[in-house]
């Protein structure tokens, strides 16, 4: 039997808009459906099962985020996405608040990237159908257990074995939950990258140091989980701030400018305390700009009484804006960003976290000689002929640039960045130590 394509409603009083979004996803091989208001939209659901929503905010009848909430009541697997042509951060916060909604889009969208969007806003309610199905079914495998406990001795002594197997199911079934969340995070991450020209995969860059960085600092495994979920979420309450903001160092920023980005931490940390599995890691979102001095925001906590996530996750936040955020390019490679996170100690930074970045980065001092053939990351623009890679160097896409132990020479440089410009690199590179240094940097 062949699979049904996904259900897609489209729902705007602008006859336009509506045209322009059939024509962008007639082959994408959807079933479309539109209504020209949210009274018709809702008419859809009666007997019908939609996929994925698509709706207007300022309509005549009700606004986007009511038509949105009323879908969710009606139809809770439905996925919602929110078209906005204003930058209202009211209406984003009740849009997730209320009408729980996937994404928002502000108008006029990018194709291509609204294609890419309604893709992975399906199949994360593929993915959402899943679990709901695994929970359905490990809720009449407790039933089961329950009528087993209360069955005969016989039986109970017989089919030990297999309650056995069946905790061990659960057990199982609980971490591939536990593990699908987390991923789900790491694909919203991304979707947040496409909306923020100035991410360019910071969130996961900052995310894999600072969980390096939580392991040598001795943090247990649910501690480090709640590190990555607070440093892939750490500049979620940057929705919405202008880019001309975003695209700014922070010592550049106007009175009236820091104000506005003093607020990020503490709206981020409403949207994720929204889900109680995401409240551990609000913690980190909140306080992810305090300093070490109790010179930072929003709370000017100071010392020990910023959490130790917290603190971890804002400095590979801060090392990893020196080397990739464009407006400091070309000022910093790894050594000279370590040197300025360095002379932040004790101010912006815990001394003790600052000491085991550098161990993380450099090797432990021995006798003040790193191991050569120990693995370092550099920044793209860092990447020179001689360097030997220490890891396979792949694109976004997943496609393989060149392999682990290739020496980087002329012709694979230029190769690399040609791919860079269609399908960006936005991981960490991986060099040899000792393969640094062989040859003049490029320019």
């Known amino acids: 039997m062949d699979k049904k394509p996904p259900v897609v409603l489209l729902v705007d009083d ?62 809770p697997g439905t996925m919602r996405i929110l078209l906005t042509g204003y930058a209202d951060m009211n209406a984003v916060v009740d849009a997730i608040n209320h009408g729980q909604v996937y994404r928002f889009v502000n108008k006029p969208w990018n194709d291509d990237e609204l294609k890419i969007l309604l893709r992975q806003a399906i199949e994360t309610g593929r993915l959402q159908k899943e679990v709901r199905a695994l929970n359905a079914l490990t809720q009449k495998q407790n039933e089961d257990l329950k009528a087993l406990n209360q069955d005969l001795e016989r039986k109970v002594f017989e089919r030990t074995a297999q309650l056995d197997q069946r905790n061990k199911d659960l057990s199982r079934l609980y971490q591939e939950l536990e593990t699908n969340f987390v991923e789900m995070v790491r694909t919203f991450t991304g979707l947040l990258d496409l909306s923020n020209p100035f991410q360019g995969g910071h969130a996961k860059r900052t995310a894999a140091m600072a969980v390096s960085l939580a392991r040598k ?3 247990s495994d649910g501690e480090i989980t709640e590190v990555e ?50 409240a551990p890691a609000g913690q980190v979102i909140a306080h992810h700009h305090e300093r070490f001095d109790g010179k930072g925001y929003p709370n000017g906590l100071r010392a020990d009484a910023i959490p130790l996530p917290a603190r971890i996750v804002a400095l590979c936040d801060h090392y990893d804006t020196l080397l990739n955020h464009r407006s400091y390019r070309g000022q910093h490679n790894p050594r000279l960003a370590l040197d300025a996170v360095i002379r932040e100690k004790g101010k912006r930074f815990d001394p003790d976290t600052v000491n085991l970045f550098e161990v993380l980065l450099t090797g432990a001092p021995g006798d ?17 002929e001689g360097m030997v890679l220490a890891r396979d160097l792949k694109t976004s896409k997943g496609l393989l640039l060149l392999a682990k132990g290739d020496e980087v020479r002329h012709l694979n440089l230029e190769k690399i960045r040609n791919f860079h410009k269609l399908d960006p690199i936005v991981d960490r590179i991986y060099v040899v130590r000792g393969s640094i240094g062989r040859t003049k940097v490029a320019r």
């Open 368 to 384: 003040g000689r790193p191991d050569q053939n120990e693995e370092v990351p550099v920044g793209f623009h860092d990447l020179v």
């Open 14 to 75: 602008e006859e336009s808009i509506l045209s322009s979004l059939k024509r962008l996803l007639r082959k994408e091989g959807y079933d479309i459906l539109s209504a020209g208001s949210a009274r018709d939209g809702l008419k859809v659901f009666d007997g019908m099962e939609v996929d994925l929503v698509v709706s207007d905010h300022r309509m005549p009848e009700m606004t986007g985020v009511e038509f949105l909430s009323k879908v969710k009541d009606v139809s």
């Open 229 to 278: 979920l607070g440093a892939l979420l750490h500049d979620l309450g940057t929705i919405g701030i202008p880019d001309r903001i975003l695209s700014k160092p922070e010592e550049d920023l106007s009175a009236e400018e820091t104000q506005i980005m003093a607020k990020h931490p503490e709206m981020g940390r409403q949207i994720v305390e929204r889900m109680p599995r995401l």
């Open 217 to 219: 600092a001795g943090l």
